[in-house]
């Protein structure tokens, strides 16, 4: 005479598939909330480590025009360098540089500030973009340390509506970067070009180029990649977040094409109206 007996593993199971559920989903919970910690630490780290670096490069830049003018200025008091007109107006012409340097400094810190407020709004009017081209394309030429060409087209149509004070900081903004990372003899193309209800403002250089890798965090604040010469041109990683923030407030995308040492072509493009 034998028994047997059904195996009471099954009922074991199902008396404790709750309390299994509720500890799997507290395990789970219990995971991704150390995950979210731990990513959270390690972006405020990031965050600090990129703060403290644009603190130190910002006091050096505003330190280092300062210091010129105020020795230039030394030099024609206390040198009698009034005497020579010849080394008058280089030490005017210094002064002068060093001053506009210094103006493009503040105004990065106000588009720091305009990018910071959330409620941002665009004052849009009738703008002419051939004179906004023109106007960046002559100041640069009287500003630029290094030999620069400029190639441009202009647009038959250029009227288009925008906000032409912050288009124009954004579309200088890639002419600066582009002169910039563009070795002693910087090549520099602006296109304009139209499509139905878009027009495309495009920035193209004969510089170091981008990492492919790097395309997309070039876009964000105090990011600057982290490789090869890079190091030796001054920035403070802002100038293409700002420029990102004004294309979006216009309802439009700011693009990159880009290799190491050919170039790099930057795509901004708007609504036309």
């Given at each position: 005479?034998?028994?047997?007996?059904?195996?009471?593993?099954p009922?074991?199971?199902?008396?404790?598939?709750?309390?299994?559920?509720?500890?799997?989903?507290?395990?789970?919970?219990?995971?991704?909330?150390?995950?979210y910690?731990?990513?959270?630490?390690l972006?405020?780290?990031?965050?600090?480590?990129?703060?403290?670096?644009?603190?130190n490069?910002?006091?050096?830049e505003?330190?280092?025009p300062?210091?010129?003018v105020?020795?230039?200025?030394?030099?024609?008091?206390?040198?009698?360098?009034?005497?020579?007109?010849?080394?008058?107006?280089?030490?005017?012409?210094?002064?002068?540089?060093?001053?506009?340097?210094?103006?493009?400094?503040?105004?990065?810190?106000?588009?720091?500030?305009?990018?910071?407020?959330?409620?941002?709004?665009l004052?849009?009017?009738?703008?002419?973009?051939?004179?906004?081209?023109?106007?960046?394309?002559?100041?640069?030429?009287?500003k630029?340390?290094?030999?620069?060409?400029?190639?441009?087209?202009?647009?038959?149509?250029?009227?288009?509506?925008?906000?032409?004070?912050?288009?124009?900081?954004?579309?200088?903004?890639?002419?600066?970067?582009?002169?910039?990372?563009?070795?002693?003899?910087?090549?520099?193309?602006?296109?304009?070009?139209r499509?139905?209800?878009?027009v495309?403002?495009?920035?193209?250089?004969?510089?170091?180029?981008?990492?492919?890798?790097?395309?997309?965090?070039?876009?964000?604040?105090?990011?600057?990649?982290?490789?090869?010469?890079?190091?030796?041109?001054k920035?403070?990683?802002?100038?293409?977040?700002?420029?990102?923030?004004?294309?979006?407030?216009?309802?439009?995308?700011?693009?990159?094409?880009?290799?190491?040492?050919?170039?790099?072509?930057?795509?901004?493009?708007?609504?036309?109206?």
């Amino acid at each position: 005479m034998s028994a047997s007996f059904d195996s009471p593993m099954p009922h074991i199971l199902g008396r404790m598939t709750g309390s299994l559920t509720a500890t799997a989903v507290l395990l789970l919970l219990t995971v991704c909330s150390f995950l979210y910690m731990l990513r959270t630490i390690l972006r405020q780290k990031r965050l600090s480590e990129v703060r403290n670096d644009f603190i130190n490069n910002m006091t050096h830049e505003l330190k280092t025009p300062i210091a010129t003018v105020s020795a230039a200025v030394e030099a024609l008091e206390r040198f009698n360098a009034l005497a020579d007109p010849q080394k008058t107006a280089n030490y005017l012409r210094i002064s002068r540089q060093e001053l506009q340097r210094l103006g493009d400094l503040v105004e990065k810190v106000l588009h720091i500030a305009a990018e910071e407020k959330e409620d941002l709004v665009l004052q849009t009017e009738t703008t002419d973009l051939n004179d906004i081209i023109s106007e960046i394309i002559s100041n640069h030429r009287l500003k630029s340390g290094k030999k620069t060409d400029f190639t441009y087209t202009m647009l038959s149509d250029p009227l288009i509506k925008a906000d032409p004070s912050h288009l124009t900081n954004a579309i200088n903004n890639l002419v600066d970067n582009a002169i910039k990372y563009s070795g002693e003899h910087a090549e520099i193309s602006i296109l304009l070009a139209r499509r139905p209800g878009w027009v495309r403002i495009s920035v193209i250089d004969n510089g170091i180029g981008i990492p492919y890798s790097y395309h997309n965090s070039i876009f964000e604040k105090f990011f600057r990649v982290p490789s090869g010469n890079l190091h030796n041109v001054k920035g403070f990683g802002l100038g293409l977040s700002y420029v990102k923030k004004i294309a979006e407030k216009h309802g439009g995308t700011i693009k990159v094409k880009s290799e190491p040492e050919k170039g790099s072509e930057f795509q901004l493009e708007i609504p036309a109206a």
